[in-house]
């Protein structure tokens, strides 16, 4: 394994990609409704908020113990107690800096630019990351294919935390293999970790896939061997700093960032824990079935991917991920020298390998519950697009060498390479937005094929938002409208953020509502019927389409 | 096989395997956009079938099934989606207008065109449609589903008898639960909504149905089905379905717990021109999740 050190030109690459990205993403921010989560999201954002805000009141007036008694905490922290609360104070901080102090973005935006960091983060980190141990085109190529997913761009808009736990993953395992040579990321992997706990709890599965690298890196110091007394011993390497560092920085941050813990550390650590161990399981629709409980098939998650991945960053993501296994095949078996003749090269590959297919292989198993979406495996992504990118080094190459004469368009060539694979993501982007979760790759024709093989496309409620510019112009003052999958929170930020009337009613079912908005969810047709049934017709007077096929559909009762 | 030539196949497999890939998705995105139809191309296939028409007795068939996009233009005509639509009783129909997406009408037209006579094909922009007729489609005479008002529903337990008396909102509440009601329905039932009467069975007790004075003609042809929720979430019990003419039992129906609209037919010309008291009666073993419903008509045919 190389080590580049990286020059100023290497941050400032890797910022320009963060930061050009987080351009787009608060540009087109306006285009996404908002999700189930974010509804739910914000109000915690707003919530915690308050309590800093009043704990601030408080130090001033030299009170601030009244900000610590269980019922204080409670008042603003017991809502939304079943994720830890870094995010929702970070979505929190930013709506009162951006939307409150600063009067620069709507309330929605401000609470979703946090979310939008990170995804910035994560493309910075993974170019450093490529720079560092391989070369500048392949954290390029890297980063730009992870930034050109679809369904990621999707969600680097959202005030949710799939990609910030993802940014954080990554950085997790980054510092963690820093820290195999330096002492302060030794101890900085530890203070990453901690803060990765206190986004979401994927993360608990990262020591394993440490452990496990670290057992491949050193397992030539794993010895038995017999005691002078006939007895037998272990000898075992040193175990890296950075263990210690998790050990007591993981917990010192999970339950310092988080005051709804403080009144019951135990109980209430208990409580988050149970909950996602006896997890809801969401509908989920794969290939004309809909599985609303465990086991999904195991094929779903690699199936998912195959077709929601752009197609040809699938296939070089795929041919690296084979690539590199074969390597270390040949290298184990045969012992031959070859491109990663290095104990140390090798673990690394092994390392990559791992995180590009644990988060995957997680989710295939039968008894985790049915969480669904591919936000549940972008933990493996950055590690994917990594393996794809080495796969297009490993044929350039192949071509230069193969054609001698060909060195001289080097250059041209790995840029053409380059652009035309980044640019099959960019049409993806262009083709699906701003309905993301409806993304489905050119092997299965788009969205109108996922429709054919009755694969979920729509879910999350957010696509409400674009029913309501009908609703706003054309329903009668006072209406109230069903808006089935979107949810309450998310319809009172519509009428805040000025993209809703105010007159418009919530209403909870299509019996007494004037107007429906439903979102086409195979599992949910039961109340497309329903609507029709009460409201006498099946005239659908708005709708959202994507390639034709329906997002979201507007009924008005007779 | 000498190593390098093994590493230069492969190398030479995954530059072509990428390259066509990259091909094809570039030729994917640009024939998308350009495969979809216009507003105007709706507008205009909307205009012409409301032209043709007829809508006491004529269907139009999506195809796509997820085309829905045509109910913002022809969403008050009779518009069928099923996934499948050889399986569906399209004898009542006097005219089939095949509206067709991308061409996935192709797919169809040999069914259609065996079973009826193809009358004209249209395109309009990137939407076609064909018209077909069928020339010996049955009438409905009689609808058990429109005429639910009229009906006297009894839930008979043992030696126990309860009338159901409350009729609101097109239900016949019989007390008890939720879901103990025999009412109007849109269902999905085999991927698409029917409208079918609800009529969740209990179990240990028979619901019975009767319809007094129903002109009888040559058939009563109809379906029952549960939800597909219904079929998935348990291993169910079946639902039993008994149609009796004057008391006399004419067809004892079984709906499996698997998903689908089971079709049924009565040979009824003994009857026809005759009115007759109808009862349908529903039970089960055990009622756990029995989202049972059903409906029926009498047909004549030509």
Redesign the interface.
């Given at each position: 394994m190389n080590r580049n050190i990286l020059s100023r030109k290497d941050y400032l690459i890797g910022l320009a990609i963060a930061l050009i990205y987080i351009i787009s993403l608060i540009a087109t921010s306006k285009d996404i409704g908002f999700v189930r989560d974010e509804g739910y999201y914000f109000k915690a954002g707003e919530q915690y908020n308050g309590w800093f805000v009043e704990l601030w009141d408080n130090l001033k007036k030299g009170k601030p113990l009244a900000s610590f008694t269980k019922a204080n905490i409670d008042k603003y922290f017991s809502y939304n107690h079943e994720h830890p609360a870094l995010m929702k104070e970070l979505f929190g901080f930013s709506w009162q800096l951006f939307t409150n102090k600063l009067k620069l973005t709507s309330n929605s935006t401000g609470f979703r630019i946090p979310g939008m960091l990170f995804g910035g983060l994560l493309l910075f980190l993974m170019y450093l990351f490529g720079a560092e141990f391989f070369n500048r085109r392949i954290a390029i190529l890297a980063t730009l294919m992870m930034a050109v997913i679809p369904r990621f761009w999707f969600h680097s808009h959202l005030a949710c935390f799939d990609v910030p736990i993802t940014a954080m993953w990554f950085f997790t395992v980054y510092a963690f293999v820093k820290s195999l040579y330096s002492f302060k990321w030794g101890i900085l992997t530890g203070i990453i970790f901690g803060f990765a706990l206190a986004i979401k709890h994927n993360v608990y599965f990262i020591p394993f896939l440490l452990l496990l690298y670290i057992i491949y890196l050193k397992h030539n110091e794993i010895r038995f061997f017999r005691e002078k007394d006939g007895g037998v011993s272990l000898s075992i390497p040193t175990i890296p700093l950075a263990f210690f560092s998790m050990l007591i920085f993981g917990p010192i941050i999970l339950i310092g960032h988080w005051p709804y813990l403080w009144p019951d550390v135990f109980e209430r650590l208990g409580t988050y824990f149970n909950y996602h161990l006896h997890h809801e399981h969401y509908p989920v629709s794969y290939f004309?079935?809909?599985y609303?409980r465990p086991p999904l098939p195991i094929s779903y998650p690699y199936v998912i991917t195959m077709i929601t991945v752009?197609?040809?960053i699938w296939?070089?993501g795929t041919?690296g991920s084979l690539?590199t296994t074969f390597w270390l095949l040949v290298q184990w078996i045969k012992k031959t020298p070859n491109i990663y003749s290095t104990l140390e090269s090798r673990a690394f590959m092994f390392l990559i390998l791992l995180n590009a297919f644990f988060s995957i292989f997680l989710i295939s198993l039968p008894s985790v519950p049915i969480f669904g979406g591919v936000k549940h495996w972008f933990p493996s992504m950055p590690y994917f697009c990594i393996l794809g990118a080495l796969?297009f080094e490993?044929?350039l190459k192949?071509?230069i060498g193969f054609k001698p004469a060909l060195i001289r368009f080097s250059r041209q060539i790995q840029y053409a390479g380059i652009s035309?694979?980044v640019l099959?993501g960019i049409?993806?982007i262009i083709?699906i937005h701003p309905v993301g979760t409806g993304f489905y790759n050119?092997f299965v024709?788009?969205t109108?094929g996922a429709?054919?093989l009755?694969m979920q496309r729509k879910f999350w409620g957010f696509a409400g938002y674009y029913e309501l510019d009908y609703i706003n112009k054309n329903l009668p003052p006072n209406s109230s409208v069903y808006f089935h999958r979107t949810n309450y929170d998310s319809y009172r930020m519509y009428q805040r953020d000025g993209f809703l009337r105010k007159d418009i009613n919530y209403a909870n079912e299509p019996d007494n509502a004037t107007a429906a908005t439903f979102h086409?969810q195979k599992?949910y047709?039961?109340d497309?019927?329903?609507t029709?049934?009460w409201f006498g017709?099946?005239?659908?007077?708005?709708?959202t389409?994507i390639?034709?096929?329906?997002m979201v559909?507007t009924y008005v009762r007779q | 096989m000498n190593f390098q030539i093994f590493m230069k196949t492969i190398n030479i497999i995954s530059l072509s395997i990428v390259g066509i890939v990259l091909i094809y998705s570039f030729g994917w995105y640009i024939y998308s956009p350009l495969s979809r139809p216009k507003i105007r191309d709706y507008e205009e296939a909307s205009k012409y079938i409301r032209g043709r028409f007829d809508k006491t007795r004529d269907v139009i068939d999506l195809q796509p099934f997820w085309a829905e996009r045509a109910r913002e233009y022809m969403g008050d005509l009779n518009i069928i989606n099923p996934r499948d639509i050889s399986k569906e009783d399209l004898n009542k129909y006097k005219n089939i207008f095949v509206f067709s997406v991308f061409d996935y009408g192709k797919q169809v037209l040999p069914f259609f065109k065996q079973r009826f006579k193809f009358v004209e094909e249209k395109t309009f922009g990137k939407i076609r449609v064909y018209q077909f007729e069928n020339p010996t489609h049955e009438d409905v005479l009689y609808s058990f589903y429109d005429n639910l008002k009229d009906a006297k529903i009894r839930v008979i337990k043992g030696s126990e008898i309860k009338e159901c008396k409350e009729f609101k909102n097109d239900q016949w509440r019989c007390g008890g639960p939720d879901w103990q009601y025999i009412g109007k329905e849109i269902l999905d039932i085999d991927g698409t909504g029917r409208e079918c009467l609800w009529s969740h069975p209990i179990t240990g007790a028979i619901i019975e149905i009767n319809f007094e004075n129903v002109p009888l003609s040559r058939k009563i042809a109809g379906f029952s089905g549960l939800t597909d929720e219904a079929v998935r979430y348990v291993e169910g019990s079946p639902v039993y379905l008994s149609i009796s003419i004057d008391d006399k039992e004419v067809l004892y129906h079984t709906n499996p717990n698997k998903i689908g609209a089971h079709r049924f037919e009565i040979d009824t010309t003994p009857f026809r021109g005759s009115n007759h008291k109808v009862t349908f009666r529903v039970s089960t073993h055990l009622d756990g999740v029995r989202h049972y419903c059903f409906t029926a008509e009498v047909r004549d045919s030509r």
């Open positions: 004309n079935i809909t609303d752009p197609a040809v296939v070089l041919l690539r796969e490993a044929l192949f071509i035309l694979i099959t049409l993806g083709y050119e024709r788009g109108r429709a054919d009755e086409f599992a047709m039961k497309l019927y329903k029709w049934r017709n099946r005239i659908a007077r708005h709708g389409y390639d034709e096929v329906p559909q | -």
